[in-house]
C-alpha cells in the first residue's frame, strides 16, 4: 500500500511557513499538517476547491497522511470527501483509490482555503489576530439587512 502525501502548492508555501510557529515566524499552528487541516476547512464551507497548478513546494515538503491521522485529522478529512463527492464510497478503508481521491480533496480544499486566506490576510502584520477576527465573523455573523435602503425618499 502506498504511502500518500499531501502536497502544498509552490505559490502557497510561503503563507503556510507564515502560519507556522518557527525560528523566522509567529505564526499561530503548530505544524504545517494543522494549517493544511484548517485551510481545507475553511475552503470547504465556501466550496473552493482549486487544483494544484503552479507546482508543488520543496519547503514545506509533502507531508504524509499519517502525521494527519496521528493529529486527529482523519475524521475531517473523511467529512470533507464526503461532503464533497456525495457519495459514501469515497470512504472505504479497502479502496486505494477512495483514499488517493481523499487526499486529492483535502489537496484541493486546502489550496483553495489557503487562496481565500491570503485575500484575508492580506496586508495584516499580525496573522493571529487577523484569524481572530475571520473565526469571530464564523461564529458571530453580522445580520445583512433584509430590504435595500431606498434613497429616493430622501429627494
Same mark, same amino acid.
Given at each position: 500500500?502506498?504511502?500518500?502525501?499531501?502536497?502544498?502548492?509552490?505559490?502557497?508555501?510561503?503563507?503556510?511557513?507564515?502560519?507556522?510557529?518557527?525560528?523566522?515566524?509567529?505564526?499561530?499552528?503548530?505544524?504545517?499538517?494543522?494549517? $493544511?487541516?484548517?485551510? *481545507? %476547512?475553511? @475552503? /470547504?464551507?465556501?466550496?473552493? #476547491?482549486?487544483?494544484?497548478?503552479?507546482?508543488?513546494?520543496?519547503?514545506?515538503?509533502?507531508?504524509?497522511?499519517?502525521?494527519?491521522?496521528?493529529?486527529?485529522?482523519?475524521?475531517?478529512?473523511?467529512?470533507?470527501?464526503?461532503?464533497?463527492?456525495?457519495?459514501?464510497?469515497?470512504?472505504?478503508?479497502?479502496?486505494?483509490?477512495?483514499?488517493?481521491?481523499?487526499?486529492? $480533496?483535502?489537496?484541493? *480544499? %486546502?489550496? @483553495? /482555503?489557503?487562496?481565500?486566506? #491570503?485575500?484575508?490576510?492580506?496586508?495584516?502584520?499580525?496573522?493571529?489576530?487577523?484569524?481572530?477576527?475571520?473565526?469571530?465573523?464564523?461564529?458571530?455573523?453580522?445580520?445583512?439587512?433584509?430590504?435595500?435602503?431606498?434613497?429616493?425618499?430622501?429627494?
Amino acid at each position: 500500500m502506498a504511502v500518500h502525501r499531501v502536497r502544498v502548492a509552490k505559490d502557497k508555501a510561503g503563507l503556510v511557513q507564515a502560519l507556522t510557529i518557527g525560528k523566522e515566524s509567529t505564526g499561530t499552528f503548530e505544524t504545517y499538517a494543522d494549517v $493544511i487541516m484548517f485551510a *481545507a %476547512a475553511y @475552503g /470547504g464551507k465556501y466550496q473552493r #476547491a482549486t487544483p494544484i497548478e503552479t507546482g508543488i513546494s520543496k519547503d514545506p515538503a509533502p507531508i504524509s497522511l499519517e502525521i494527519f491521522l496521528s493529529r486527529g485529522y482523519d475524521w475531517a478529512i473523511k467529512l470533507l470527501a464526503i461532503a464533497q463527492t456525495q457519495n459514501s464510497t469515497v470512504l472505504s478503508p479497502y479502496d486505494p483509490q477512495a483514499a488517493a481521491q481523499r487526499v486529492m $480533496i483535502l489537496e484541493q *480544499a %486546502a489550496n @483553495g /482555503g489557503l487562496e481565500l486566506l #491570503a485575500e484575508q490576510l492580506r496586508g495584516a502584520v499580525d496573522y493571529s489576530d487577523r484569524l481572530l477576527l475571520i473565526l469571530n465573523q464564523e461564529r458571530f455573523p453580522i445580520a445583512q439587512p433584509t430590504t435595500d435602503f431606498d434613497l429616493t425618499r430622501f429627494l
